[in-house]
């Protein structure tokens, strides 16, 4: 068994079609998603990742048909479906059916969900290579709906994925609309400059991930001082270490930024082990 997908009260195996050409989410983007990962049987700020997505629904209008009790719960029993040795991405979906009363707004009262879990291997502590992407930026949150871990959001993200690839590296720090630093394509960032970790403070632009929470909390109780504040390009340029916080990764190290080549250093190794003793305490199985 590859995926395993909750829907409409059952569970099915692999990748059932469920979208049908005149659902809303279908071709106006109202759909929004949540990942978390279990792996040895653990299965870290699974809840955290639960409430947000029930958070993103309500910010795009949709009014979620599930509690984020009741989602923790198919995901733990997704989970102990695939057994202890899998390594896999747990993803929560709500998203639109029929339209409202506006033009292309949403009708809350057809939300829809499901939780699709699938095999997804760890990449954690792998190094990754990272550009500095100029076609895109982070849209403000007058401009996209921000708040929300929302699938309309990547397809900017996307464009500056491809950027990147097409210059050697395999993801982009993107800026925000002040052309400061805001995340990569697909996850939060950390500097350490001196023994002292940075990371992009809010501000309404990206999401402050739940892998970045974790690790930020993690590095704190270990007594290494991280600071939330505004990163510019020039700090990048100037880092001693460059590591990444996400789902698909938790806590990867930077072994290039544009120019320059970067060892895997301490902090972003300690974060590492740090994220990954902490996990393998949030036992499911």
């Not at 029930?54 to 949709?62: E, P």
């Not at 949403?106 to 829809?112: L, Y």
């Not at 309309?152 to 993200?157: A, K, Q």
């Not at 190290?253 to 080549?261: F, I, N, Q």
């Amino acid at each position: 068994m590859d995926t395993l997908t909750y829907w409409n009260g059952t569970w099915h195996e692999g990748n059932p079609a469920i979208l049908g050409p005149r659902d809303h989410a279908f071709w106006l983007g109202s759909i929004v998603f949540d990942g978390g990962r279990a792996f040895e049987g653990c299965g870290p700020d699974l809840d955290l990742h639960a409430e947000r997505v029930v958070r993103s629904a309500r910010a795009l209008g949709l009014e979620p048909s599930k509690t984020a009790e009741e989602i923790l719960a198919l995901m733990h029993e997704a989970i102990r479906r695939f057994g202890p040795k899998a390594e896999l991405y747990v993803r929560p979906m709500f998203w639109a059916g029929k339209g409202g009363a506006g033009p292309i707004s949403v009708d809350p009262d057809s939300t829809q969900f499901l939780l699709c879990v699938y095999h997804s291997p760890m990449r954690a502590g792998t190094p990754l290579t990272l550009g500095l992407c100029r076609s895109i930026r982070r849209p403000t949150p007058e401009s996209a709906p921000t708040a929300a871990k929302a699938s309309c959001l990547y397809p900017n993200s996307s464009r500056g994925v491809a950027e990147m690839m097409k210059r050697g590296f395999q993801n982009g720090v993107v800026l925000d609309a002040n052309g400061n630093v805001a995340e990569t394509c697909s996850s939060n960032i950390f500097i350490a400059r001196g023994g002292v970790v940075a990371t992009p403070v809010p501000n309404g632009t990206f999401l402050a991930g739940i892998t970045r929470y974790r690790t930020v909390e993690l590095l704190r109780n270990a007594g290494i001082t991280v600071e939330e504040r505004t990163v510019t390009t020039n700090e990048l340029d100037g880092a001693d270490e460059i590591f990444t916080t996400g789902n698909a990764g938790k806590v990867q190290p930077v072994s290039r930024y544009e120019g320059r080549d970067l060892q895997p250093g301490p902090i972003a190794r300690q974060a590492h082990e740090l994220y990954m003793a902490w996990s393998r305490t949030q036992r499911v199985i």
